[in-house]
């Protein structure tokens, strides 16, 4: 059993705290939120994620975790602090590294003994010095500093700690990289034992490569628009090949959320301010941008013009499973359809509180169909389950005219057009609604 302590209790650090308690360690999640801090010292949860409510109680109960807002109580003792605060995107595209920063200056008034510092945050590259050095000017306890990026989803999060394909951990300070290994052993994943730069890149590389295949299918998604092949069997096709393998291929609205889009802008900037031309990086961010455009872009042909029209939106949140609306395509969709003059409406299954505070000018509904109703157009924007098999001849006589924009390819052209809709979807032939 170690004592660990996990700065920042998010989506990252309250499932690394969670787990690492799971795994029978005596863990402390610290956050500077006071609200999020109450919360969770309530038994109620200030993120949703789909079974970490059970892992926190059951490790609540057990004694193995607790939360605080004080570095005072969670430092001192503890042999491993995680670092898992948000590094948001400044806007030059650098990431922001002012939580990172308070987080390791505060963390060192508070050491009392040696203890291995781990990054869990994504960092720009050569942050675990930057770290060490901060922690290093505060005190004369010695430290070590290893960099562990995370690569766990929101929505699938606990499957992704405990199921980890790998677990990366960078350190010029070999034993300490060890001892970190130690805590991940009962997952039986792969470990890679880097230095800190390479294992900060690793984080950033397959973040850009995630991006760069779905940008790379919307791209060929557009080409299957003109020429009138189906991106969805173009990818399937593609997939079975395990040179290429299947995730990642859908073609959509793109990607956003808390980490691709910041992410793949801080690589971008890395590269040009260190001389390089990421000439791919810079498109795939450009054909992500367009995608959101496109779905607009698709509403206004089918509707002629978009002012006093009612849109509904279906989904909110960036990706089904998760409360996160940060940078989802949502709120740029409905900026441009506000812009053009229409009403947005928008229902989804999680992410309402959210949605109330990033989106105030818009409706929000309490399910699809109230949403639809009236409706001229409706934007499927996340394809959450429960909208896979949703009644479709409710949702076509709610709605004043039947016209449905699948921006996540989720239905079948074939079945919306028996419904009776007027179907447009991303890179797939359009059939004709039957009489
Ligand atoms: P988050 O915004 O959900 O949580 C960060 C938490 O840190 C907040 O609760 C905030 O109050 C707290 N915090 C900020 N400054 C603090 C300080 N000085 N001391 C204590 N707490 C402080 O962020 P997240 O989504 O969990 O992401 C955390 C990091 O992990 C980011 O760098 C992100 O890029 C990376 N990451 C995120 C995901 C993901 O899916 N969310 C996946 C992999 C990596």
Not at 28 to 50: F, H, S, T, W
Not at 390 to 403: C, F, Q, S, V
């Amino acid at each position: 059993m170690a004592r660990v302590c996990v700065i920042g209790t998010g989506y990252v650090g309250l499932t690394t705290g969670a787990c690492f308690a799971d795994l029978g360690n005596d863990v402390v999640c610290l956050d500077v939120n006071q609200e999020k801090i109450a919360r969770l010292n309530r038994g109620e949860m200030p993120i949703y994620e789909p079974g970490l409510e059970e892992v926190v109680e059951r490790n609540v109960r057990a004694g193995r975790l607790t939360f605080t807002t004080e570095y005072a109580e969670a430092v001192p003792g503890a042999e491993f602090l995680f670092i898992a605060v948000n590094t948001p995107q400044s806007p030059n595209g650098h990431a922001d590294m002012t939580y990172v920063e308070q987080a390791a200056a505060t963390l060192a008034q508070h050491l009392v003994s040696p203890a291995i510092v781990v990054n869990k945050s994504t960092v720009p590259i050569g942050s675990a010095d930057f770290v060490a050095s901060i922690i290093r000017r505060a005190t004369s306890v010695p430290v070590s500093v290893v960099s562990n990026p995370e690569f766990l989803r929101e929505g699938t999060a606990l499957h992704d700690f405990m199921q980890a394909d790998r677990v990366v951990l960078g350190s010029s300070e070999r034993e300490a990289a060890e001892r970190v290994a130690e805590l991940y052993k009962p997952l039986g994943c792969p470990i890679v034992l880097t230095d800190e730069r390479t294992s900060e890149m690793i984080k950033y590389a397959s973040n850009a490569f995630l991006a760069t295949k779905i940008s790379f299918i919307n791209e060929i998604a557009q080409v299957c628009d003109r020429l009138g092949a189906d991106v969805r069997e173009v990818a399937r096709g593609m997939g079975l090949d395990p040179r290429i393998a299947p995730a990642f291929l859908n073609a959509g609205i793109g990607w956003g959320g808390s980490c691709f889009p910041k992410d793949v802008r801080a690589l971008e900037y890395m590269a040009s301010i260190h001389g390089c031309h990421p000439q791919l990086l810079r498109a795939v961010i450009e054909i992500n941008r367009d995608q959101r455009i496109h779905v607009v872009r698709l509403a206004r042909e089918t509707l002629g013009n978009l002012r006093g029209t009612e849109i509904a939106l279906l989904g909110l949140a960036f990706k089904p499973n998760t409360d996160d609306m940060r940078d989802a395509p949502s709120l740029e969709i409905v900026e441009l359809l506000q812009h053009e003059g229409a009403r947005v409406r928008g229902f989804d299954p999680a992410a309402a509180d959210n949605a109330r505070r990033l989106l105030p000018g818009i409706e929000l509904c309490r399910d699809a169909y109230e949403a639809a109703d009236g409706a001229d157009a409706l934007i499927l924007v996340t394809e959450w389950n429960e909208f896979k098999q949703i009644d479709l001849g409710r949702l076509r006589r709610a709605m004043r005219r039947p016209i449905v924009i699948d921006g996540r390819n989720l239905w079948d052209p074939e079945v919306m057009a028996e419904a009776g809709f007027e179907y447009r979807a991303i890179g797939r032939p359009t059939k004709v609604a039957v009489p």
